[in-house]
């Protein structure tokens, strides 16, 4: 997962000419906001189906497929095999009522219940959707206008640097860990030890680590007061992000579908498309 | 021939020049630190998480908003880049972790001087720590089994009670008091070889 999670950040803004690419900043996290709200209202699979397969599409348009799929291979599908396996079998999830299909043997029944899976569907599609997204709108904004969006939004500027800083280190360290720990594996380090030596061997790689990134800090910030970092004067970006058309009519189709869909929770509920299925409170 | 003797006092420097902007520095090596062991852990093949340990590191070392803004951040990176919009609530329990780890470093019980003590503090973290997690994983991800290592014990409950909410609070307890344990060790281990000159607040009251 860890790196899955780094090759992500070390790549960081994936270039493209798509659409959505050229979108504002705010226009790409608003519809993140408001497809994975979405999600978490309905209670619906083939809403989140739809969702899912719209945002993977864009996730295609934009060329970050690929880092889209493996995410959710290594986030999602695991909760989704694991619940289906515990809450959509005879385990003891209590709303379980309708068989999906199911044998005997030996006396036990082996099998899966609609509830269960379809709950297990349900919440794990909803986490799938807002991964994609998620990387979707992190992955298509450069980094300068991702800094520049949050000064933008007022988010003070102490924030932004410390984002986009943690983004920035964390691919050092991970370079500097590999090192520390190829020196203390040529010192005898053995990772192929019992459980409490490889839980002693976490110490000897930490404090080299953390005592390097520390001294680092102060040079780090002996650099940014040098470039007037809290000097107390207003703070201007390279990039001036602005609303297009495209943003418009983003938040317009947003608008329309918002519309839709308090349309269909105030004539069909929450659950509008799936027939006989009712809707389960979290943890059911 | 006379002399005044000028009496020559230590110098005490109270809040050290660019005390402010170091903090804001360190608050993303805190984050990078938290990300960083997940990788260690990766190496070592451990059955563990450890991604609040240099959250309690960086409020020992550094003071309770480093802490809470290290850790809090580490999440908001993560929530952006693998885990997806609803991972940033994990973001609480860092902060969560960084004021009871402040408290307890306060009362002097984060300290490898005292074993005993850091060890009951440990347990305090990781069993005070399952009432959040337990709520995030019930709203956030329908109290789904989310970590592979302890989905025996929830499948185990809830096939005993017949209850998510027990499952996520079982599985829980199995997971976050080794964790949070070992995450305070370490941190107390570590924050200890600190030199002086790098810590950014004053020692420990007891």
């Known amino acids: 997962m860890s790196s899955t999670a780094l090759k992500i950040l070390r ?32 209670y619906d699979l083939y809403f989140s189906a739809a969702s899912f397969a719209i945002v993977l599409a864009l996730a295609f348009a934009c060329r970050i497929g690929k880092i889209v799929l493996t995410v959710i291979s290594i986030v999602a599908l695991p909760i989704l095999i694991l619940g289906i396996i515990i809450l959509g079998s005879p385990l003891g999830f209590p709303p379980n009522k309708t068989p999906l299909f199911g044998i005997i043997l030996y006396g036990h029944q082996i099998g899966l219940f609609l509830e269960g899976t379809v709950y297990v569907s349900v919440w794990s599609a909803r986490l799938a959707i807002t991964i994609s997204a998620a990387l979707l709108a992190y992955l298509t904004t450069h980094p300068s206008d991702l800094a520049a969006i949050m000064l933008k939004s007022r988010l003070p500027y102490k924030f932004a640097y410390a984002f986009l800083a943690t983004v920035q280190l964390i691919p050092i360290l991970t370079n500097e860990m590999t090192t520390i720990y190829q020196a203390q594996v040529s010192r005898g380090l053995n990772v192929k030890a019992n459980l409490i030596d490889r839980m002693k061997s976490i110490v000897v790689l930490m404090i080299p680590l953390t005592l390097g990134a520390i001294n680092q800090t102060q040079t780090r910030a002996i650099a940014l007061e040098s470039r007037g970092f809290s000097a107390p004067v207003k ?12 943003d418009y009519f983003m938040f317009c189709a947003m608008g329309v579908f918002t519309a839709t869909f308090a349309y269909l929770i105030s004539t069909r509920g929450l659950v509008p498309f799936m027939q006989g299925v009712e809707y389960l409170l979290p943890g059911g | 021939m006379t002399s005044d003797m000028k009496s020559v006092e230590p110098t005490v420097v109270a809040r050290p020049a660019g005390f402010a902007i170091l903090q804001v520095v360190l608050i ?31 409020t020992v070392v550094a003071g309770l908003w480093v802490g809470i803004g290290g850790g809090f951040l580490y999440n908001i990176v993560m929530a952006f880049t693998l885990w997806g919009l609803p991972a940033w609530v994990w973001g609480f329990i860092n902060v969560y972790i960084a004021v009871i780890t402040w408290v307890l470093w306060r009362v002097g019980w984060v300290s490898i001087k005292q074993p005993a003590k850091l060890i009951l503090a440990g347990i305090i973290i990781g069993v005070t720590n399952v009432f959040p997690v337990t709520l995030i994983n019930v709203f956030i991800f329908g109290a789904l089994p989310t970590y592979a290592g ?26 976050e008091i080794p964790d949070k344990l070992l995450s305070l060790i370490i941190a107390a281990i570590v924050a200890s070889r600190m030199p002086a000159r790098y810590t950014l607040r004053r020692p420990s009251p007891k």
């Open chain 1, 235 to 246: 703070k201007v970006m390279l990039r001036d992000p602005r609303f297009k058309f495209a």
């Open chain 2, 28 to 58: 993303p090596v805190i984050a990078a630190l938290n990300y960083v062991t997940g990788v260690v852990i990766n190496l070592l093949k451990l059955p563990l998480f450890m991604d609040t340990w240099a959250t309690m590191f960086g």
């Open chain 1, 11 to 42: 790549s960081g803004y994936v270039r493209g000419n798509s659409a959505f690419h050229h979108l504002d900043g705010r226009t790409k996290f608003l519809f993140f906001l408001w497809i994975s709200l979405f999600n978490y209202v309905f």
């Open chain 2, 150 to 175: 302890t989905a025996w014990i929830y499948a185990i409950i809830l096939n005993q009670t017949g209850s998510t909410i027990s499952a996520v609070i079982g599985s829980s307890i199995a997971a």
